[in-house]
Structure formats: structure tokens, C-alpha cells
């Protein structure tokens, strides 16, 4: 009976203090009086700041309705999310810089340009501060919060105010993933009881498949500042090059068990290219947030668990810029209020801290202005000074085969303001062939040089052995483009002001036939759009010449006659297709060809309409089945039907050529095990990835041998044995493999080397017979990142992929992931010619 009484105390009490914390002044300070005619969150979103975990379309209206009502504020539209939501960002000034908004911007900018900046007087100029909120849509205190900091700078009046609008822009974010964030405020809403439920197994705090975390395709939009390859990404990404700002905070949250985090994060993790100066003025900068969280008795850490290596973060892209990048991480309530080891942790106590640090950071830049835009200023003169030292003059990167690669990581040069170049002529370099018109050149010598060193350089040297993230990205790999560095600018041609991807065409009418290569980017989506229009088309199996022309492993064949479309329907089609997908389709006169097999040979295999589904759901990673589904509807625009685990057992899967497993945990029981084996003996292609390989291997759909790492703890202490454990997992580094092209799995490869990605320890040893391996890892793989010893040794040799026989069906395997981050295009069609060409393996 006292147990009970004693539970509804405190969750009487729970009640009691949540309600006290929903009032504006639990959020504020009151040392200030606020302008009355500024409207308060709870006046346009209809619910206190935290009663409610706020929807993004509360959220855009009062940003819209503070806006208007404030002279300090102009709102922007910069595009939308994949679900159409507006990614909107406020800038905040002082009425006199809002109507000389853009003059301030250009001459902003000046201080990244080492011609200009020395002229600049630092002291009369503002201070840029960008804060976002929110990139992870179930880490919602942030974009709760932005409400409160939107309003707190339009409406706080005096003389502290006003010194800070004078002297700062402040572009404010209020929410950097706004799909995510709808989907988590549902969630979260629904599942609220109107007397605060605070037990941890409540249904509220553990969100349904796949979360609110993710954006539309499940992306972590928090790792793409670098790729960019989403619209959230490419929005900010914009703002930021637009006005470089000084100061760039990212307002997480995590475990509900922690408390708050601020950077600096670990020293030994800050990457080698960040000055260490920015590091100690982000401990200048923390010791603001400390004070602040101090006065309200908040607990906090510094310098542990997070790190500054990876430039792909919000907290990280703008070390490599000039900037200061600031991470903040509050311990998450996960919903309106859960019991934790530090007591009862309630929403508005989260958004309190994150609307503090906000204040502390707009502190610090008030009092540390001059000092950081003359760090900027330094930056980028010490990168010209640096320039003249440099060996390296320019980077030259290309695919005389593939120009939509080629194309594409351009793109993301002129995403980040790098200024690239066309090559003079056509030369040779490192082994390498880079011609005129399908390869360019980025000079070193600008003020991004040290931005193209973290996208382009190769390192496999570290002081610390563990990482939050990825160890190794080098782009070019990612893209498996061909690229070398040169100590001379004389090939620096024309500079590309106008990117265009090249249209594709068809070369000529046929009444014969056409023939498309395997080897563009966007060849698969070209081959299914044939086949789903109902027309035959066949891949060739071994190499072969037709009027000059060497055609290579994977070239697609078109017959004209016995098609459903007549001669000229047929070619209107086919030119429609290749301008659509940027691709060359020859029509040819002839089956006789000078080499090889013939145009009629059964090498030229028939082709299946595919039809795939891919598992999701409960057990499958998000992350993998977005990146898969993203390259599927964005990329290929081929149709991919999402079937979820729970709905496997009763659903026709007859209809289906291939089923992807994403990485997974998976549990199915007997009956739909054994549905799923059956579908795969009738003829199904199982595709398999990560995790999902043992899980395949363990229940019999293929056989396959693991190669095993023991590594001993010798001389380890207690304390070392996290970090012990920590260097041996293999975060994200690129390693080299070898391929025999003949295989229809590296259909598309012009090399007999390719770059793949690895973040796991499945290695599986090579089949006995050398024609089962048609990718091998190389006896000297690691190529860039970091792995230790033990798993290095283990690697060499191992496979990571493996295709096999079950009845009348194949069954095929990936260590890794092909389709990493949406940026990995090197190898996105492995797995493509694993749906396209499975058959015929």
C-alpha cells in the first residue's frame, strides 16, 4: 500500500513540475523585458513549448508569424524535403543589417579570400553564427527550442540586445531533418498519456520501425554534409558556402541516461587538417556553456566519447572552413517525460538546456567576435601561404567510360564552391588516361584547398585507433573514378562555370539491332525501362568487335524484328531512353562481327523483366534499406516494393524476380522460412547484405566458411579495455579488391581494381574453386582508413561477395555495403548486375 501511495506522489509530483516547467519563464531569462507585440510559440502553435512535441507545420507557422511581426527577422524557402516540407531558415539581425543584408554577406566573404582580407577591419565587422536544430527527427528538444530562441531574439529589448544584433547575423535553422521530425512528433503525441507515464517501457519512448531519427529514405542527414547528396543537405550546404559563418552549432540529443555534451570532443580524434587553434577556441567557447548550464544547475561533460574526425558532421564540416563547429548533445527524454538514472528527465527540461546553450554560444560570439574572424582571416591566409609550398598543384580525376560519375562528384565539388577545371588536352598520368571531354582538373591553389585535401587524400596513419565514424572516404575511390595528382598546373584548361551532364543519344536508325554498353552509371536504369515496356533484350557474355568498335563483358543487345513496337516506334523509344538515362545507343546494320561472338551467339543471354522486393521492418538496419531504396526510386527510377517482415508469411512472393535482405537481425519462424527457401528453388534471387550473410549462411540458404579473428588482451588494464575492444571494430575504411571481369557481377568494370567500402568483420574465405571469386581482396587492401592488425591480416584474401546455386534460384551475398550514404557510386551496380544478370551466374 506505501508503494502505491509512494507511485502516485511521484507521479502526482512529475505532473506538478512538468506544468511549472511550461511556462516561458522556466525557458528564459528575466533579466530583460520582451516586446508584447511579438508572438509568443504558445499564441500560433496553440500548446505551451513542451506540452506537446511540436509538428513541423506548428513549427514553419510560428516561424512565418515571428518573422512577420519583427524587423529583425527575414525568413527564406530554400526548397523542399523528399515529403514537400519547406526547409526554411531565419536570419536574424538588427533592422539596420537587415536592409544592408547581402553588402554584409559579400563583404564577409572577402575574409576568406587572401587577396582581399588584409585590408579588412575585423573590429567593425559582423560576426556569422549559424545554429541548427534537430538533424535527427526523435531529437526533437532542438527544434522545440529553436521556437524559443526565434522568439527571444525578436522580442528581448535593451542595450545587451541590441549589441548583439548589431554585432552578429545569426542564421537560425530550426530544423535541419523536418520529415523526421513529423514523424517523431506523431509518434510521440499519440502515444501520450494526459498523466505523465515516466516508466522506460512505456510504448511512447520506443518508437515503431524504421523511427523518427531518419529523413524520407532513412537517411542520417548528419553524416551527408560532406557527400550532400540529399535536398535537406544541398539547402544547407548552400546557406553555409553563402555566408561562411564563424560559428556553426548542431543541437542533438542522446541516451536519456546522459546528461549534456558539449565540444570539444576527444583530443586525439580531431582530424590532422584542423587547426589546433580551433580547438582551443572551442574550449574557449565551452567555457560560456558551462557557465550558463552552471546557473541553472545542469550537469555536463566535455572531451569524451564524441570526436572531430569525420568532416561529413554538422559539428565537423566547419573546421575544415574556417569555422568553429559545435556539437551539442542533451540526454533525451524520448517523450514527455521518463524516469532515468538522474531522476525524472522531462521535455521541457531537455529544451531548457538546449534554448541555454543557444543563448551561451550568441554570448560567446558577442564577446569573441573579433578574435574568431581573425582566426578566419589566418585561416585562409595560412592556407595561401601553405599553397606556395604545396607539391601538389592540381588534382585530375575522370572516366572516359562513365561520364554520369564523372559528373556527379563535379557536382558535389561545385556543391562546396571548388572551382574545377577542363583539361587542356588529352594526357597521361600515374598509368592513367584522362581525355579532354570526360575529365576535369581542380587547381589547389584556392581558399578551399584544404576542404578538396579531406575529399581527395588517402590516409592510413592515425594517433587514435577508434572513431564515432567513418576513418576513410577518399572520393574519387568512392566513385571508382580514375584520378592522379600532379606537381604541374600546365594541363589547367577552361574553368567550368556551366556543369551539365552530357544527354544521351542513339547513334543511328536500325533495322537490325542496337547495342548498349554496360558501362555508364545509368545504364541500369536504361536496361529497365526496355524490359519493362515489354521489349527483349539480351546481355552479352563475352567480349566481341562490330565495326571497329570493341564491345565489352555486359554489352546489351536489342534485336529489332519480333519486338512489340515496329521499326520506328522502336527507335523513337530507344531514343527517348538513352536522352533520359545519359546514355549511347548504337544501332548497327550487322550480326557479323570482326572478334567474337556474333550478334545471334548464345553467349547473348535473354533477359528477365525484374520485379524486386526488399525487407523492412522490425530487424532491418533503416539506414541500409534507405540507401537501397533511395538508389532505387531516386537513382534508377526503378520500382522497389518495401515488404515488411511481419507481413512476409502471408504475402505472394511469387511475383517477385529478386528479394534484397538488408542488413539485419532477422527472425522468421519455420513456416516462412521455409516459404522464402521454396521461393528461391523455383528460381528467386536472394540478395543478402551485412549482417544478413551469416543469418543466410546459419539457415542453410548457402553454404559458406568464415574466417575467424582472435585477438589477445595482453597487458590491457580495466580501464584500456574499452578502447582495447573500440580498435577493433572496423568503423568505415576503403580497401582494394581485385575482379575477375569476366564474372557477370562486375559487368560495367573497366578495371581489374576496385574500391570497396567495409564497416564489418564478416570474412568469408574464398570458394576452392578460383571461378566462384570473382572479387577478391588484394594481399595489400587497405587503401584508406583505419583497421588493425589482426582484422587487416584476416581480410587479405578473404571475399566480399559470393553467389550460389539453390535449385533452380541463386542465392547472393555482400559483406559490406554497396550503396554507403548514397554516395558510394563506385559500386551501386554490383548490386544491379546481381538483380539484372543473377541468372546467369
Known sequence: MKKIILLLFVISSVNLVAQDNLKLSYHLPQDVSYNAKIPTPESIIGHKVGAWHVTHDKLVAYMKAVAAASDRISVEDRGETFEDR??????????????????????????????????????EMP??????????????????????????????????????????????????????????????NINKSEHLNIDSNDREFHEVWPGGRFNHYYFDLNRDWLPGQLPESRAR??????????????????????????????????????PLLNQELTKEIGNYHAKALNKIGSLYFTEERYDDFYYGKGSTYPDVNGGIGILFEQGSSRGHAQETINGVLTFPFTIRNQFTTALSTLE?????????????????????????????????????????????????????????????????????????????????????EKLITAMFEK??????????????????????????ELKSEENIGELVADLKLESGNVSEKSSYAYLMEWHEYYSPKALNRILQNGIRAKVGMKQFTLNGVNYDY????????????????????????????????????SGLTSEGIDLGSGDFRILEKPKVAMLVGNGISPSDAGEIWHLFDQRYE????????DFLQRANISKYTSIIIPSSNLKLDAKTLNKLKAWVQSGGILIGYKNAVKWLNSNKFIDLNFENVKVDAKNISFEQKSDFSGAQV????????????????????????????????????????????PILYTQNPLLSGYISKPNLNALKGTVPFQIKRMGAGRVAVFTDNTNFRAFWYGTNKLLMNAIFFGKTM
Not at 133 to 149: K, Q, R, V
Not at 638 to 645: A, E, R
Open 237 to 274: 550546404i548552400e546557406t553555409f558556402t553563402n555566408w561562411m559563418p564563424n560559428i556553426l552549432t548542431d543541437h542533438h540529443e542522446m541516451g536519456s541516461n546522459s546528461t549534456f555534451f558539449f565540444q570539444p570532443g576527444i583530443q586525439s580524434r580531431v582530424h590532422p587538417l584542423t
Open 638 to 645: 526503378m520500382n522497389l516494393t518495401k515488404l515488411d517482415v
Open 364 to 448: 560567446a560570439a558577442k564577446e569573441m567576435r573579433i578574435k574568431l574572424l581573425n582566426y578566419q582571416r589566418d585561416f585562409y591566409t595560412s592556407n595561401s601561404s601553405k599553397k606556395e609550398k604545396n607539391t601538389i598543384k592540381a588534382i585530375v580525376f575522370g572516366s572516359e567510360k562513365d561520364k554520369a560519375k564523372t559528373y556527379h562528384l563535379a557536382a558535389i565539388l561545385k556543391r562546396h564552391k571548388i572551382k574545377f577545371h577542363k583539361i587542356k588536352s588529352d594526357f597521361n598520368s600515374g598509368g592513367a588516361n584522362f581525355k579532354k571531354e570526360t575529365s576535369y582538373i581542380i587547381p589547389t591553389n584556392q581558399k578551399k
Open 554 to 589: 555486359g554489352t546489351i543487345l536489342i534485336p529489332v524484328q519480333n519486338q512489340q513496337l515496329n521499326e520506328n516506334e522502336l527507335f523513337a523509344f530507344l531514343q527517348n531512353v538513352a536522352a533520359k538515362s545519359n546514355i549511347l545507343i548504337t544501332g548497327v546494320t
Open 730 to 773: 572496423i568503423g568505415g575504411a576503403i580497401f582494394e579488391t581485385k575482379l575477375d571481369r569476366t564474372h557477370p557481377i562486375n559487368f560495367g568494370y573497366t578495371s581489374t581494381k576496385l574500391p570497396m567500402f567495409r564497416r564489418t568483420k564478416i570474412f568469408i574465405k574464398p570458394d576452392s574453386s578460383s571461378f566462384n571469386n
Open 459 to 484: 590516409r592510413t596513419s592515425f594517433t587514435d585507433s577508434l572513431f564515432y565514424d567513418i576513418s576513410g572516404w577518399t572520393f574519387p575511390l568512392a566513385f571508382n573514378l580514375e584520378y592522379s
Open 127 to 188: 560576426l556569422v553564427v549559424y545554429q541548427g536544430f534537430s538533424i535527427h527527427g526523435n531529437e526533437p528538444s532542438g527544434a522545440n527550442a529553436s521556437m524559443l530562441l526565434a522568439y527571444y531574439l525578436a522580442a528581448a529589448e535593451g542595450s545587451e540586445i541590441e549589441e548583439l544584433l548589431t554585432n552578429t547575423i545569426i542564421l537560425l535553422d530550426p530544423s535541419l531533418n523536418p520529415d523526421g521530425l513529423q514523424r517523431f512528433a506523431y509518434w510521440a
Open 86 to 123: 519547406p526547409l526554411l531558415l531565419l536570419t536574424i539581425t538588427s533592422p539596420k543589417n537587415q536592409k544592408n543584408l547581402e553588402e554584409i554577406r559579400l563583404n564577409h566573404l572577402k575574409i576568406t579570400d587572401s587577396k582581399e582580407n588584409k585590408s579588412l577591419n575585423t573590429s
